[in-house]
């Protein structure tokens, strides 16, 4: 297969793991109409999250990624999906709009990568200096805190085994 990209591996992630308790954030979170500061644990009080760390929007893997959830319908296993990257409120508005992602609880705008560290998913983007943002990851956050599934990507692109995340949401 020729690929128009390089496949890069990422360095070693430190992230949370399955069992850990979920590093606690608070950011606006963007959804359809409106955004606002929301802690993760306003969402984890109506039950459990799919935290997904994606790159900035418009990045083709967040592109894939928000896509290939929406098409499996992960929000019917009861789960709230939440995003969360380096991109502004207002990208994250049109992102929800481009990918018919309505449904989900929202996309946390985090500019400052802020809580890709907390989760240890932070990586360096392209070697510039000062310049990060999240490798896609995926945290099933039970509605007690636990991580219950955790997955992060050691190469660039990488796309999370959407498989394994809904054997996981099926175990909720």
Do not use: C
């Not at 991109?87 to 809580?115: C, M, W």
């Amino acid at each position: 297969m020729d690929l128009d990209f390089e496949v890069v591996d990422l360095p070693d992630a430190d992230h949370v793991e399955a069992g850990e308790e979920a590093p606690a954030f608070t950011r606006p979170l963007v959804n359809a109409e409106y955004w606002e500061d929301v802690a993760l644990s306003d969402l984890l009080d109506d039950g459990p999250v799919l935290l997904v760390f994606t790159p900035m929007d418009g990045a083709f893997p967040s592109t894939y990624i928000w896509n290939e959830l929406r098409d499996r319908g992960v929000e019917e296993y009861g789960v709230q999906v939440a995003g969360v990257s380096v991109s502004s409120p207002y990208e994250h508005k049109t992102t929800i709009e481009e990918r018919g992602i309505e449904e989900f609880a929202g996309l946390f705008s985090d500019p400052q990568n802020g809580v890709a560290e907390q989760y240890g998913v932070s990586h360096d983007l392209d070697g510039m200096a000062g310049v990060s943002e999240a490798r896609p990851a995926v945290f099933l956050v039970a509605a007690d805190g636990t991580v219950e599934y955790a997955w992060a990507a050691d190469e660039w692109p990488s796309f999370p085994e959407y498989d394994d995340v809904e054997a996981a949401l099926a175990e909720l």
